[in-house]
């Protein structure tokens, strides 16, 4: 197939730019006519993508900057402290973060990435019971990692037999715990219906009645997240 293009095309990008395509020996003014003509579907869709558009914030591993867990605000706090220099923990409302961390920050990024990971994990553990027990599914392996920008995945077991694994992503824990209470009944109720079809909302609207509500907050704080960017 060939790659050039005979036609006009426009595309809004992910970041709400406009690009517009234009195939070979067509003048400018037939360009602008072709915009002109498509306006109204360009400002639709560039108002959409504009509502999609991530806003995360980078963070500098520096005195009082903010790293948000389960919804609450902390101020990181630097120390010399050479014994804890690998790790990353809160104490007295403080995130605490060893100064040779802070000044490596790519491994500065790991440790508060693994914080994430460790923290998150060991609070999801506790809360993932009840939530099986009220959707009848039974408890799935968890596991908290990089999933890039996806909030969770579930995987049935090959054959379909015992529990299967959620993953969650670390940035999920920044936000209130409503909201990942959201995303752990959405993926349970994959563990039951692998597809987003009107049986699987259903099922996730019986467990979770204000589903619907939640899922916009969690699209509009969510993309305030920090997705791990250290400048
Ligand atoms: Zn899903």
Excluded at 54 to 73: A, C, H, M, V
Excluded at 221 to 231: A, T, V
Aim: charge should be positive.
């Amino acid at each position: 197939m060939s790659a050039r293009r005979r036609r006009f095309g426009l595309t809004v990008e992910a970041d709400a730019a406009i690009t517009l395509h234009t195939p070979e020996g067509r003048s400018a003014s037939d360009a602008a006519d072709f915009v002109r003509a498509h306006r109204p579907w360009l400002v639709s869709k560039r108002a959409l993508r504009e509502q999609a558009r991530p806003l995360s914030p980078s963070k500098r591993l520096i005195e009082g900057e903010t790293f948000r867990y389960l919804g609450r605000t902390y101020r990181l706090a630097i120390v010399g402290d050479k014994s804890e220099n690998d790790s990353v923990w809160l104490a007295a409302g403080r995130l605490i973060m060893g100064r040779e961390l802070a000044e490596d920050t790519s491994r500065g990024r790991v440790a508060l990435v693994d914080w994430y990971c460790r923290t998150g994990h060991a609070w999801v553990t506790e809360r993932l019971q009840p939530w099986a027990a009220r959707m009848s599914v039974p408890e799935p392996t968890v596991d908290v990692c990089d999933l890039g920008s996806r909030w969770g995945t579930y995987r049935s077991e090959e054959n379909g037999q015992g529990p299967g694994r959620m993953s969650l992503g670390w940035p999920l824990f920044q936000l209130p715990m409503h909201l990942i209470d959201y995303v752990i009944a959405h993926e349970l109720a994959h563990a039951r219906i692998p597809g987003h079809d009107a049986h699987f909302w259903r099922l996730v609207r019986r467990a979770l009645p204000e589903h619907k509500e939640r899922r916009m907050e969690l699209d509009d704080l969510g993309r305030r997240m920090w997705m791990g960017e250290i400048i």
